[in-house]
């Protein structure tokens, strides 16, 4: 093992670690921005919930590095455009969180929703007041396994030539080095381990009613 | 060359690199490392099931995996273990053993959650009719279990034909062969064929799991799957499990 290669380039390892956040963090909220409307609408319309989990189903198929390097052919991107990466991730984060939406949005108690019905909650505002609310739990959930399986996918993006953390395994291959190999996975580690803490605490104070259940 | 041109030209389906016997190989790198990870998974996803031991330890490590990086995975063992395998096999071995060791959690989770999934109910009844464990395992239990654990294999096919085609880095055949070449001569066109025979691999595939999921589990079970509404949260969970998220 050969430490010095880190401190070596501890700066690479900084920027590649700077671009791995953002890759990951942005396809994440818009996929989740994305995937409210439909998992509400997948939740209301029977014939709409068959359609949408199906083609997320399908969608959730297809290989990432074989999707990184479709979407230039349908978009007409440049292969080396990290746009790419972002809307391959997004696409996958719909996908996933789409079904986790419906799901949650069908775990919100009947009587809750009766209640906020007879309060004169309609449509969107009971969607956003009442339901999602509720079903922020559920959501928080699908939401952590999408986020740090987003970490583990972004590294696929090095087989193109797209720099994050990802380009320390092809680095680590060319130079048959295992250094910035073991760097580059502890750091995706660590990266998904963040993520899904800052996620806890955000669903810790998105459902502060929930904290009460606990018996002291 | 346009990706139409790349996949109507004659030159590529024919011959030892050609796409019908990329696709085989593709194919055989999956069913190898399906059948060992099976053989390896379903046992001791049944054993899990059965008496609940170690149930702990396999739902914490299912959810660490994930984090790990396939193709860093990929890369640190075939780098660790290329040294000590030698001769033709040398890109082969590594890749499968990497590819079974994936392909095992999402069977191992499918198997011991579907059999804990079987209505108590029914587990119930069957001791009532005077059914032994082993009975009760075999003929009440598993068949509950089929739907999940057809499930955890479909996880881990996706997740084999997946890696295998990024282990063409590596050296390895298959479709990923296209997607790397592709890129070392900036041939776009190879790229992007390559990319979507491995997407309509992957769907075609998913399609037969499908199909398999209709034939093979009882009609009783199926009638069924209007999910309660008393625990949304398990049942979103374990979706996901099976789904298992590394592309």
Redesign the interface.
């Known amino acids: 093992m050969n430490i010095d290669w880190i401190w070596a380039n501890l700066q690479p390892i900084g920027a590649l670690f700077l671009n791995h956040i953002w890759l990951t963090v942005v396809p994440t909220v818009i996929g989740l921005v994305i995937a409210i409307p439909l998992g509400w609408w997948a939740h209301r319309s029977r014939r709409g919930g068959v359609v949408i989990i199906g083609a997320a189903g399908l969608l959730y198929t297809i290989p990432s590095l074989a999707l990184f390097i479709l979407l230039p052919a349908i978009l007409g991107t440049r292969i080396l455009d990290p746009l790419n990466i972002v809307i391959a991730l997004t696409v996958y984060t719909v996908a996933l969180l789409v079904r986790v939406v419906s799901d949650g949005l069908g775990s919100v108690p009947h009587d809750t929703v009766a209640a906020a019905e007879a309060m004169g909650y309609r449509g969107w505002q009971r969607l956003l007041l009442v339901e999602l609310p509720v079903a922020v739990p559920v959501i928080i959930a699908g939401l952590r396994v999408a986020i740090v399986s987003n970490v583990s996918i972004v590294t696929m993006a090095a087989l193109i030539g797209i720099p994050q953390l990802g380009t320390l395994f092809t680095q680590g291959f060319q130079l048959r080095l295992i250094v910035p190999l073991i760097t580059g996975i502890v750091l995706c580690v660590v990266l998904a381990v963040i993520f899904d803490q800052v996620l806890i605490r955000i669903g810790h104070v998105a459902s502060p009613w929930r904290r009460r259940d606990v018996p002291a | 060359m346009t990706?139409f041109e790349w996949l109507t030209d004659p030159a590529n389906w024919t011959g030892s690199r050609g796409i019908p016997v990329q696709v085989g190989f593709h194919l055989l790198y999956t069913v190898i490392s399906l059948a060992i990870a099976s053989a390896i998974a379903i046992p001791l996803g049944i054993f899990i099931g059965f008496t609940g031991k170690g149930e702990a330890i396999v739902a914490g490590s299912a959810?660490?995996l994930?984090?790990?990086?396939?193709?860093?995975?990929l890369?640190?063992l075939?780098?660790?273990l290329a040294p000590v395998i030698a001769g033709q096999l040398v890109f082969v071995v590594p890749t499968i053993i990497v590819l079974v060791l994936l392909a095992i959690p999402p069977i191992l989770t499918g198997t011991y959650t579907g059999i804990q999934s079987a209505d108590e109910a029914a587990v119930d009844a069957a001791r009532g009719m005077g059914y032994t464990r082993t009975q009760i395992l075999w003929r009440v239990q598993m068949p509950c279990a089929l739907p999940l654990l057809i499930s955890g294999l479909r996880g881990s096919t996706?997740q084999v034909?997946?890696t295998a085609?990024?282990a063409a880095?590596?050296g390895l055949q298959g479709l990923?062969r296209y997607?790397?070449d592709g890129?070392a001569q900036a041939d776009?066109a190879q790229?992007?064929g390559?990319?979507?025979l491995?997407?309509l691999l992957?769907?075609a595939l998913?399609l037969l799991f499908s199909v398999l999921g209709k034939v093979l589990v009882s009609p009783g079970l199926r009638r069924t799957t209007r999910r309660r509404?008393t625990a949304?949260?398990d049942?979103?969970?374990a979706?996901?499990t099976t789904?298992t998220?590394?592309?």
Do not use: W
């Open positions: 990706l959810n660490a994930r984090s790990l990086p396939t193709l860093g995975l890369i640190l075939f780098l660790v996706l034909v997946s085609t990024v880095y590596l990923g997607i790397i890129r776009f790229m992007a390559g990319a979507l491995v997407a992957a769907l998913e509404r949304p949260t049942t979103a969970t979706a996901l789904l998220a590394a592309r």
